[in-house]
T-cell receptor
Framework: QEKVQQSPESLIVPEGAMVSLNCSFS?????SIWWYQQHPGKGPKALI?????GNKKEGRLTVYLNRASLHVSLHIKDSQPSDSAVYLC????????????FGQGTVLSVIP | DPKIIQKPKYLVAVTGSEKILICEQY?????MYWYRQSAKKPLEFMFS???????DNQTASSRFQPQSSKKNHLDLQITALKPDDSATYFC???????????FGAGTRLSVL
């Protein structure tokens, strides 16, 4: 069964800082890795996904995937107070059914 | 306007009772899901439906029964409620079973 571990558990940064979040997973055959953002009292919102080794950039977000080391990271450039939320790493298994295995999340606080 | 509506937002139940959690999506998606988020546990996949047919069930207990009366509805019936069932239940949908998941705001269930 897929296991997803995220670090750190929480992070406090000043506004404008670069944020780096880490995620390790157990199955190298996983189809894709997703990052979700969850604000208090809300459902998770998909931010970015990656399938192939390497990196992918979308706006202030960059994600890096290394399948050999079973590691993925999310970097948020020029962080804003509105980025304060829980960030969830999710791994999608091969095959259909869109079953995602989530990590415990990283709580990010961006201080003005 | 929220495109995935979950009702009610909060629900309190007594042990042994039965409740139905409502989910309607107005995104035109063909696949719908239930996930559960318990205290101190990661978000956990429960069920997936595609074109109103059950595709995957990761819930060990038959006390949890999804019900799809319409293409854009996927309700969740929970019988013989236990305190361990206390959690936030999220409904999600996607265009097909391999695409981005969109989550509702959740129903927070407390079983006393």
């Amino acid at each position: 069964q897929e296991k997803v571990q995220q670090s750190p558990e929480s992070l406090i940064v000043p506004e404008g800082a670069m944020v780096s979040l880490n995620c390790s997973f157990s199955d190298s055959a996983s189809q894709s890795i997703w990052w979700y953002q969850q604000h208090p009292g809300k459902g998770p919102k998909a931010l970015i996904s990656i399938f192939s080794n390497g990196n992918k950039k979308e706006g202030r977000l960059t994600v890096y995937l290394n399948r050999a080391s079973l590691h993925v990271s999310l970097h948020i450039k020029d962080s804003q107070p509105s980025d304060s939320a829980v960030y969830l790493c999710a791994v999608k298994a091969t095959g259909g059914n869109n079953k995602l295995t989530f990590g415990q999340g990283t709580v990010l606080s961006v201080i003005p | 306007d929220p495109k995935i509506i979950q009702k009610p937002k909060y629900l309190v139940a007594v042990t042994g009772s039965e409740k139905i959690l409502i989910c309607e999506q107005y995104l035109g998606h063909n696949a719908m899901y239930w996930y559960r988020q318990s205290a101190k546990k990661p978000l956990e996949f429960m069920f997936s439906y595609s074109y109103q047919k059950l595709m995957d069930n990761q819930t060990a207990s038959s006390r949890f029964q999804p019900q799809s009366s319409k293409k854009n509805h996927l309700d969740l019936q929970i019988t013989a409620l236990k305190p361990d069932d206390s959690a936030t239940y999220f409904c999600a949908s996607s265009r097909r079973d391999r695409n981005t998941l969109y989550f509702g705001a959740g129903t927070r269930l407390s079983v006393l």
